[in-house]
């Protein structure tokens, strides 16, 4: 299984600032996952991304909005950028293992005041 | 277009009883489907995992069921104690990278 670690654990941010959320995971992966979890709802995949290529945002999101880095094979940024209360979510890291089993890191809940 | 529904939305049983939660999904072309589990404002920790040829999977107090030709898991929880608690989500990969959620069982175990 994977390890993923994911910092800040949960913030506070004003309205029209940016957060970067990082992911670390202990073994190196192809692809890395962001998804977003608005309270109360399931999760939606915000985009996937590959180490040395571009993100791929699904539906609805744009890069914009949440730029994403893949500088290597262990590690991944999200930009929430020009926050707005509609941000408020859990934002959630994850990356697909042996036999495409899906492990999801520990969640940074952000607070958009 | 694959859709995961998951009944009932919310559960509330006394310690020691045995449960079923339930999943169906629309489209039978599956890769695997998971269960997991989702405490308050955590991440998700993966609970059981089966392949489209397996049947079940067991660990510990859980058992997982699948049928891929009717749609519909199941996840029972044998003995349940107030630790088990928590919000149970179903996720299907239906053959690609990307794999959808259910909306969630949210379970409380009253002592």
């Known amino acids: 299984s994977a390890v993923i670690s994911q910092k800040p654990s949960r913030d506070i941010c004003q309205r029209g600032t940016s957060l970067t959320i990082q992911c670390q995971v202990d073994s190196q992966v192809t692809m890395m996952f962001w998804y977003r979890q608005q309270p109360g709802q399931s999760l939606t995949l915000i985009a996937t991304?590959?180490?040395?290529?571009?993100?791929?945002?699904e539906s609805g999101f744009v890069i914009d909005k949440f730029p994403i880095s893949r500088p290597n094979l262990t590690f991944s940024t999200l930009t929430v950028s020009n926050m707005s209360p509609e941000d408020s979510s859990i934002y959630l890291c994850?990356?697909?293992?042996?036999?495409?089993?899906?492990?999801f890191g520990p969640g940074t809940r952000l607070t958009v005041t | 277009k694959q859709e995961v529904t998951q009944i009932p939305a919310a559960l509330s049983v006394p310690e020691g009883e045995n449960l079923v939660l339930n999943c169906s999904f629309t489209d039978s072309a599956i890769y695997n489907l998971q269960w997991f589990r989702q405490d308050p404002g955590k991440g998700l920790t993966s609970l059981l995992l089966i392949q489209s040829s397996q049947r079940e999977q067991t660990s510990g107090r859980l058992n997982a069921s699948l049928d891929k030709s009717s749609g519909r898991s199941t996840l029972y929880i044998a003995a349940s104690q107030p630790g088990d608690s928590a919000t149970y989500l179903c996720a299907v990969r239906p053959g690609d990278d990307k794999i959808i959620f259910g909306k969630g069982t949210r379970l409380h175990i009253l002592p």
């Open positions: 991304a590959n180490q040395g290529s571009e993100a791929t945002y």
């Open positions: 994850s990356v697909g293992g042996a036999r495409y089993e899906q492990y």
